[in-house]
């Protein structure tokens, strides 16, 4: 057991917020960011960051074996990473140096039969296991707050199993371990021209099996939508075994296993390794940036393309405000950022009939600009150029400077849904006007809720709404804490009422917990809590997410507790 030298084999990251410990927002970003802030018209007052010494965290409750030196550290650096996610109430409380429940060990399996090993000790001595991929999660999904009931917490970071192992080139898929970044995974499918292709937004420092276990939502808006679309079989570690699922592109037998894997944020077991579908890496790429006068024109031409079998690998909507929230427009106009991509065949047409249809509802577009994208290969011209650019270079560094506001004591936040299309448009307004009246009442100030398309179905959109409030101009982050914890119970239940899902690629965790109890089947929480019973007879993987544990009282606690 090392306490003084980390055991993490991956560049530093900042255990207080998003991304590299070396990574900087640039002077021009800085002000930027501090000019928006002022339109709260207060005088900044900013948290300064936090060190490592700062934190006196408690003790650990337990150790483990002497055969677990190699493996495990309780270092204050390590401890810290793994002690929460990425939220913004994650970020509050790192600042706030009030860390309450940080795991007592954290664990580099270097195997599988690693794995085994600490899963088997952990049951036996009443630890709680938290199964963590990059530490990305938004929604309390990582954090060792388990309650009373356990010894003590451990977190069991992937990160050596991060190899891709096997690529079947003829069925086009691999065989990849669970650990592996998204960049890695890309590098070493790169040589044999493949690529799984599913870029988050949180790719750099998230896992394939933490895409696997939180159902994450990648880079298409249409037809591969979410990680589950790539999942050919998996091979999970759980306490009473190990649970690997055949390889087939296709099976009516019976309800399958897989299914219960994908989105089980880390209940039922530690997913070790997964064969995925990949692709030959795309050649054709092309894009138009289309403005609509009116949100009601673009949603319409939204359904139409979502409808029209084209499956656009980029379809976001961004209505008024976020585009000018975005800088891709002055808020008097919706747009569309349009995209498609194939390794197979030119595109042209592809995108005339998609500006066909964006055209019978009133869209105007560039008709020169793409014109010059269509003529470029490989993403050479289009995605340095126009909205479409702006709006991705806004989407990648969106997380810095969330960052920033944070410790300039603004509450800036996102939540998503989905819904049917005859039911977005009454979504669409109840969800704008009574969650800017929460916010309002709550923080004192309208919040000018906005909205995105992240993805869409033929059968229904999914809504991605942003929003940023005053949470203190005194420099008391506790403040701002309290003014989230109020405003995330009021949108989850916003959402849930007008008939949305608590969350689109998200994931549950323990942030969007009450409304997915709220959502979903009695009945079916209760067969998930007989299979997580089975697999997990002890009850010691991620308490408190999704359900509790048969027999412990964990209940709703991290952030919202």
């Known amino acids: 057991m ?40 207060m005088s900044l007052v900013e948290v300064s960051s936090p060190c490592e010494a700062e934190f006196a965290l408690r003790p650990p409750r337990v150790r483990a074996p002497a055969a677990f030196d190699s493996l495990i550290s309780v270092t204050t650096y390590d401890r810290l990473v793994h002690s929460l996610g990425k939220s913004f109430a ?54 060792p707050d388990v309650g009373d009931s356990y010894a003590g917490t451990i977190s069991i970071d992937l990160q050596y199993l991060n190899r891709v192992l096997e690529v079947d080139r003829v069925s086009r898929a691999a065989r990849i371990q669970a650990g592996a970044l998204g960049p890695e995974l890309e590098q070493q499918l790169k040589p044999h ?24 939502g990648g880079h298409y808006a249409s037809l591969y939508t979410h990680i589950d679309d790539f999942v050919e079989s998996t091979r999970t570690v759980t306490p009473a075994g190990l649970l690997e699922t055949r390889r087939l592109p296709g099976s009516g037998a019976g309800p399958s296993p897989d299914r219960l894997i994908i989105g089980s944020e880390g209940i039922l077991g530690v997913i070790v390794e997964a064969w995925m579908r990949v692709q030959s890496r795309p050649i054709y790429q092309a894009s138009a940036s289309i403005a609509f006068a009116t949100m009601t024109n673009a949603v319409s031409a939204v359904r139409a393309l979502s409808q029209s079998a084209l499956f656009p690998s980029n379809c976001r909507l961004l209505d008024p405000a976020e585009a000018r929230n975005n800088g891709v427009a002055d808020g008097n106009s ?18 005339r009939r998609a500006l066909e249809l964006v055209s019978d509802h009133q869209g105007a577009y560039d008709a020169e600009a793409v014109r010059r994208s269509l003529a470029g290969k490989g993403g050479t ?11 991705r270079n806004a989407f990648i560094r969106m997380p810095y400077y969330r960052d920033l506001l944070v410790a300039l004591g603004i509450i800036t936040d996102t939540f998503e ?4 299309w005859d039911q977005f448009e009454q979504l669409y307004q109840n969800v704008r006007e009574r969650a800017d009246k929460a916010i309002t009442e709550i923080c004192g100030h309208d919040a000018a809720v906005s909205c995105r398309f992240t993805h869409v179905y033929p059968d229904g959109p999914a809504p991605y709404f942003s929003y940023s409030a005053l949470g203190t101009a005194t420099g008391r982050l506790s403040d701002a804490l309290a003014k989230w914890r109020e405003i995330k119970i009021a949108t989850n239940e916003i959402v849930v009422s007008v008939g949305g899902t608590i969350t689109h690629h998200h994931a549950v965790g323990r942030d969007h917990r009450s409304g997915y109890e709220r959502q979903s089947p009695p009945l079916f929480r209760g067969a998930l809590a007989n299979a997580k019973k089975c697999l997990d007879p002890s009850g010691i993987l991620n308490p408190g997410v999704l359900i509790d544990p048969a027999g412990r009282a964990v209940g709703i606690r991290g952030a919202l507790g």
């Not at 917020?17 to 930027?32: F, H």
């Not at 970020?91 to 860390?99: Q, W």
Request: net charge positive.
């Open 381 to 391: 011209t289009q995605h340095r150029q126009g909205a479409a650019a702006q709006w």
């Open 2 to 41: 090392t306490a003084h030298a980390t055991l993490s084999r991956r560049k530093k990251l900042r255990f207080y917020g998003w991304g590299y410990a070396d990574d900087r927002l640039s002077p021009d970003e800085q002000a930027r960011v501090r000019a928006a802030a002022k339109r709260f018209g």
């Open 193 to 216: 021209g493949l690529t799984l292709r599913h870029f988050p937004q949180s790719l750099q420092l998230s896992t394939l099996g933490g895409w696997i276990a939180t159902r994450s």
């Open 90 to 143: 994650d970020i509050v409380r790192m600042l706030m140096r009030d860390v309450h429940n940080p795991p007592d060990l954290v664990a580099f399996p270097k195997t599988e039969r690693d794995v085994v090993d600490i899963l088997d000790w952990a049951a036996a001595a009443n630890v709680a296991a938290i199964p963590f991929g990059g530490g990305s999660s938004v929604c309390g999904g990582v954090e």
């Open 334 to 351: 919706a747009i569309l950022v349009l995209g498609f991509e194939s390794a197979d065949h030119p595109l042209d047409a592809w995108m």
């Open 417 to 420: 849904t989905s819904i049917t």
